[in-house]
């Protein structure tokens, strides 16, 4: 009787664990498929109330929706229409949005090494300034004495910065904590042509804001909407994720299905508390 070598003893065994790893994936697939079709079914469904609730007009219900987490004071207009965000708001999470979608487009998916310490620091000085301008906007609110007359041109301006850090950021966190397969030596942003790629396309929005480009208040405004909003949803979806274990085991988008939909109920619970409470002090003669 002949025994096998010690080579094909390793090859079986590698064959059998590639067996069974399949099945397993096979498993996966088809217990997380009801949770993707779920919340496909979810978000259609709260997409569809908020362009079809009847009673007020599109814009007035994204302002209600995050009335309860943005401020809303030194509004900008596009057109006629005001944006669901204030000033600052808007630029940071216009910007958020921008950053990401440029991140992924240019295939950034699993990046998770930081970027060049010389943008890294530029980063941290766009985050320097718009603190400097929200300050000093604080301190004319208050009547005490400031370094400029501020406008809504530099809280837009300065939030943009602000929104490509917090864009980087909040990448590299979700995909080093969640990503089985995340890249650690490839930098989410390598050099400056792309950082100076994410800068003209947010100038580029900001010409269309303040240029009244009117057409472009939809897109715009949707971006700075689910900017806020994806902020707050990405925040509850990686703790759901942890919760539920899914740390360091996602090599797939479709695999946090589950905890996607379960991180879609303290999103709701946050928005719709918080907007409630400050409409409900503002009939009170209690708001700011």
């Known amino acids: 009787m002949n025994h096998p070598s010690p080579d094909e003893v390793i090859r079986i065994a590698q064959q059998r664990i590639g067996e069974r790893q399949a099945v397993g994936a096979r498993v996966e697939v088809r217990s997380e498929r009801p949770w993707r079709w779920f ?13 079809f609730w009847p009673g007020a007009p599109l814009e007035w219900k994204m302002y209600a929706v995050v009335h309860g987490v943005c401020a809303q004071q030194h509004n900008i207009f596009l057109g006629n229409l005001q ?17 990401m979608l440029f991140i992924y487009a240019i ?26 301008d929200g300050f000093n906007s ?5 009547g005490r004495p400031h370094l400029y007359t501020p406008d809504n041109f530099l809280r837009t301006l300065t939030g943009m910065g602000m929104g490509m850090f917090i864009a980087v950021l909040l990448h590299i966190i ?48 949707f971006l700075a909407f689910f900017g806020i909003t994806g902020v707050l949803y990405l925040v509850a979806l990686l703790l759901t994720s942890l919760v539920m274990g899914y ?28 907007s409630w409470l400050r409409f409900w002090l503002e009939g009170l003669g209690l708001g700011l």
């Open 39 to 51: 919340f496909v079914a979810l978000v259609a469904v709260l997409l569809a109330a908020l362009f």
């Open 83 to 99: 944006f669901p965000l204030c000033a600052r708001n808007s630029g940071i999470y216009l910007s958020f949005m921008l950053t």
């Open 107 to 132: 295939g950034r998916g699993r990046a998770g090494g930081l970027p060049p310490w010389s943008i890294v620091a530029t980063l941290l000085l766009f985050v320097a300034l718009m603190a400097v």
């Open 138 to 142: 604080l301190f004319v609110d208050l």
């Open 174 to 221: 979700l995909v080093k904590t969640l990503r089985r397969d995340v890249d650690d030596g490839q930098a989410v942003l390598r050099n400056w042509w792309e950082l100076m790629g994410i800068i003209a396309v947010n100038l580029l929005a900001l010409g269309a804001i303040y240029g009244n480009l009117s057409v472009m208040f939809w897109p715009l405004a």
């Open 247 to 274: 740390e360091g085991s996602v090599t797939h988008l479709r695999q946090l299905a589950r905890p996607a939909v379960v991180a879609v109920i303290p999103t709701l619970l946050i928005l719709g508390s918080m």
